[in-house]
């Protein structure tokens, strides 16, 4: 059994957290509004070595994450002037808030260390798709660490995963399409008796590729869902296939997505016909 610690440093949840996994861990993870950055500027906590996410939501309810590092050196780089350099990017825009990682030893992270982890955690969300947005143009440098310093330090990146989700982001989970939900459409609209799948993603709800969905809306649709559809339209073929996995908000949303109507949860079927509870 792991015991996890979460401290709200300034007292309130829109402020500080810090967040360890005494005994099984030797890192420790801080969670802070990003429309706060510049008041934890003289925070030491925040001025070591370490890699940071950037989690980002739109208006509608894509999320994004950034994945960066911050290596302490003699000009006292830290996670706080990383984001503020960050600040002319407009992929960047909706950040809501940060994670910065460091290890919790008088040993600062080296830069190779930090290297490795930040391509580690970098291509472990690129590969769950739990995410809608991975923003890095490109894959960070994986460093030069041995194989030896990998290994040792693979228990710090698990770490790094728990810790992670626990803030609040379950973005190295892959989608577990064995826990699929079933919804039938109706024969008309496009839906021909044909069906969408989807799976519960953490706090979100995914359609899964391949799902069909209705073609035609119905009036009393909610102009929400008609938007989203619109921003969606790539994802769906003119016969309503699904091209791509589409993440949403709620299963009630994904159920109206769907019907391309007024709709509601219950509409997701388990493998024994009855609805989640």
Same mark, same amino acid.
């Given at each position: 059994?792991?015991?996890?610690?979460?401290?709200?440093?300034?007292?309130?949840?829109?402020?500080?957290?810090?967040?360890?996994?005494? =005994?099984?861990?030797?890192?420790?993870?801080?969670?802070?509004?990003?429309?706060?950055?510049?008041?934890?500027? @003289?925070?030491?906590?925040?001025? #070591?070595?370490?890699?940071?996410?950037?989690?980002?939501?739109?208006?509608?309810?894509?999320?994004?994450?950034?994945?960066?590092?911050? =290596?302490?050196?003699?000009?006292?780089?830290?996670?706080?002037?990383?984001?503020?350099?960050?600040?002319?990017?407009?992929?960047?825009?909706?950040?809501?808030?940060?994670?910065?990682?460091? =290890?919790?030893?008088?040993?600062?992270?080296?830069?190779? &260390?930090?290297?490795?982890?930040?391509? #580690?955690?970098?291509?472990?969300?690129?590969?769950?798709?739990?995410?809608?947005?991975?923003?890095?143009?490109?894959?960070?440098?994986?460093?030069?660490?041995?194989?030896?310093?990998?290994? =040792?330090?693979?228990?710090?990146? &698990? +770490?790094?995963?728990?810790?992670?989700?626990?803030?609040?982001?379950?973005?190295? @989970?892959?989608?577990?399409?064995?826990?699929?939900?079933?919804?039938?459409?109706?024969?008309?609209?496009?839906?021909?008796?044909?069906?969408?799948?989807?799976?519960?993603? +953490?706090?979100?709800?995914?359609?899964?590729?391949?799902?069909?969905?209705?073609?035609?809306?119905?009036?009393?649709?909610?102009? +929400?869902?008609?938007?989203?559809?619109?921003?969606?339209?790539?994802?769906?073929?003119? @016969?309503?296939?699904?091209?791509?996995?589409?993440?949403? #908000?709620?299963?009630?949303?994904?159920?109206?997505?769907?019907?391309?109507?007024?709709?509601?949860?219950?509409?997701?079927?388990?493998?024994?016909?009855?609805? &989640?509870?």
């Amino acid at each position: 059994m792991k015991t996890i610690n979460i401290q709200l440093i300034d007292g309130t949840l829109q402020g500080l957290i810090k967040c360890t996994i005494p =005994n099984v861990w030797t890192g420790v993870a801080y969670k802070f509004p990003c429309s706060r950055f510049l008041e934890f500027n @003289d925070k030491n906590e925040l001025k #070591r070595s370490g890699c940071y996410l950037l989690m980002g939501e739109d208006d509608e309810g894509s999320t994004s994450v950034y994945i960066g590092k911050a =290596n302490k050196n003699k000009d006292g780089e830290s996670v706080i002037k990383r984001i503020g350099a960050h600040n002319d990017n407009d992929k960047l825009n909706n950040v809501k808030e940060v994670i910065f990682i460091t =290890n919790d030893s008088s040993e600062e992270l080296d830069s190779a &260390e930090t290297s490795w982890l930040e391509n #580690r955690l970098y291509n472990v969300a690129e590969d769950a798709q739990n995410c809608d947005f991975v923003v890095n143009k490109l894959e960070p440098h994986s460093g030069n660490l041995g194989e030896s310093d990998k290994a =040792n330090l693979e228990p710090f990146f &698990e +770490g790094c995963k728990i810790v992670i989700k626990i803030l609040g982001y379950p973005i190295f @989970d892959k989608i577990d399409e064995t826990a699929k939900l079933t919804l039938t459409l109706p024969n008309s609209r496009g839906g021909q008796g044909r069906a969408a799948h989807g799976v519960r993603t +953490g706090s979100r709800f995914t359609i899964l590729k391949d799902s069909y969905v209705c073609t035609e809306f119905t009036l009393s649709c909610p102009q +929400g869902i008609i938007e989203l559809r619109k921003n969606h339209s790539k994802d769906i073929g003119s @016969d309503g296939l699904v091209k791509e996995n589409i993440k949403l #908000r709620t299963a009630n949303q994904a159920a109206q997505f769907c019907w391309y109507a007024s709709a509601n949860r219950d509409l997701w079927k388990l493998a024994n016909g009855k609805s &989640e509870d």
